[in-house]
Nanobody, 127 residues
Framework: QVQLVESGGGLVQAGGSLRLSCTAS????????MGWFRQAPGKEREFVAA????????YYADSLKGRFTISRVNAKNTVYLQMNSLKPEDTAVYYC????????????????????WGQGTQVTVSS
C-alpha cells in the first residue's frame, strides 16, 4: 500500500508561483513513476506532468510547458511541481499519483496508468 500526501497549495495572485509537494509512504518510492494531474470544477481530471522513477525522463501537457516543472528527490520520498506565471485558469485541485508498473514516459499521461492517488491540494489563482 502506498499513501501519497500533497501539500503546498493555496491562494496566489496571477503571475505568482507555487511549489507543490507530494510525499509517499513506503521504502520503494524510487521504483515509482509519478505524475501530477488537476481537476477544475465541472471539468474532467487532466494530465499536468510526469516523471520517471529515476527522474531522468519528464513529460508535460503541451499547454503547460515552460511554466511548470516536475522534479523528485527519492531520498525524501517526494515529488515536486514548481508552478510559475500562474493564471486563473490554473485554478484546480492538484493530485499526485504513483505508477508501480512504469511502461514509458508517454504512458504516464493516462489516468488509468496509475495505481495510487493522493487526496489533492487546492490551488486558487486570483486575477
Amino acid at each position: 500500500q502506498v499513501q501519497l500526501v500533497e501539500s503546498g497549495g493555496g491562494l496566489v495572485q496571477a503571475g505568482g508561483s507555487l511549489r507543490l509537494s507530494c510525499t509517499a509512504s513506503g521504502r520503494t518510492f524510487s521504483r515509482y513513476a509519478m505524475g501530477w494531474f488537476r481537476q477544475a470544477p465541472g471539468k474532467e481530471r487532466e494530465f499536468v506532468a510526469a516523471i520517471s522513477w529515476s527522474g531522468g525522463s519528464t513529460y508535460y501537457a503541451d499547454s503547460l510547458k515552460g511554466r511548470f516543472t516536475i522534479s523528485r528527490v527519492n531520498a525524501k520520498n517526494t515529488v515536486y511541481l514548481q508552478m510559475n506565471s500562474l493564471k486563473p485558469e490554473d485554478t484546480a485541485v492538484y493530485y499526485c499519483a504513483a505508477d508501480l508498473n512504469y511502461s514509458g514516459i508517454y504512458s504516464l499521461a493516462t489516468i488509468n496508468e496509475y495505481d495510487y492517488w493522493g487526496q489533492g491540494t487546492q490551488v486558487t489563482v486570483s486575477s
